[in-house]
């Protein structure tokens, strides 16, 4: 049962204009979710994250946007560039204080095109 | 920023030997250590946590007999995949929480290692 979902394994867009990945989850428990870019045999790389008592949040180029009745977050790359090409994670977690373990969806291979 | 390292970052075994994969905090110290394993085209699933001093929490279906975890330090966790077999074949990667912060948001990764077990 997978808790975490990005349905799309991969997606072509193209250089300068806006990319989008999407991520659905199941678990209502979940109140933080992240999203990692990971290169091959590379660990993840942290881009930006997301409370659930927010609906948006903004950093530079990358921006999340939450919907908690949907159970659905996205990611928005603009404008976006040939480095951004890689593979992106949406993961999710449940604080009880401390740190936490997170659930990952599959990925979405992100391939910008020049 | 803070650096994860792990070593080796590719090991190939033998099966039934035992091999050690260390997972250091270089710049920080870290309470929590977390160790994922990632399959090809798959996602990244946590095995265990890690706790500094205590024993690990395993996944449900992770046996911990098999994957011997051990949090020495603040600085320094440790995952000994024993009586390696070719299923065990895998990317490893682990993540630290710094000490002083309690969100995942400042869980950190380790480069990863790739494990061949022949």
């Known amino acids: 049962d997978q808790q975490v979902k990005q349905n799309s394994p991969s997606l072509s867009v193209q250089e300068g204009r806006i990319s989008i990945l999407n991520c659905d989850y199941t678990n209502s428990m979940f109140d933080y979710f992240l999203w990692y870019k990971k290169y091959p045999a590379e660990g993840p790389t942290f881009l930006i994250s997301i409370s659930s008592i927010k609906d948006k949040n903004e950093d530079g180029r990358f921006t999340v946007f939450l919907n908690k009745s949907a159970k659905h977050l996205s990611l928005h790359i603009v404008p976006s560039q040939p480095g951004d090409s890689a593979v992106y994670f949406c993961a999710a977690a449940y604080s009880g204080g401390g740190a936490d373990g997170l659930t990952f969806g599959k990925g979405t291979h992100l391939i910008i095109q020049p | 920023g803070a650096v994860v390292s792990q070593h080796p970052s590719w090991v190939i075994c033998k099966s039934g030997t035992s091999v050690k994969i260390e997972c250091r905090s270089l710049d920080f110290q870290a309470t929590t250590m977390f160790w994922y394993r990632q399959f090809p085209k798959q996602s990244l699933m946590l095995m265990a946590t890690s706790n500094e001093g205590s024993k690990a929490t395993y996944e449900q279906g992770v046996e911990k007999d098999k994957f011997l975890i051990n949090h020495a330090s603040l600085t320094l966790s440790t995952l000994t995949v024993t009586s390696a077999h070719p299923e065990d074949s895998s990317f490893y990667i682990c993540?630290?929480?710094?000490?002083?912060?309690?969100?995942?948001?400042?869980?950190?990764f380790g480069p990863g290692t790739r494990l061949t077990v022949l």
């Open positions: 993540s630290a929480a710094p000490r002083d912060r309690g969100r995942t948001d400042t869980q950190y």
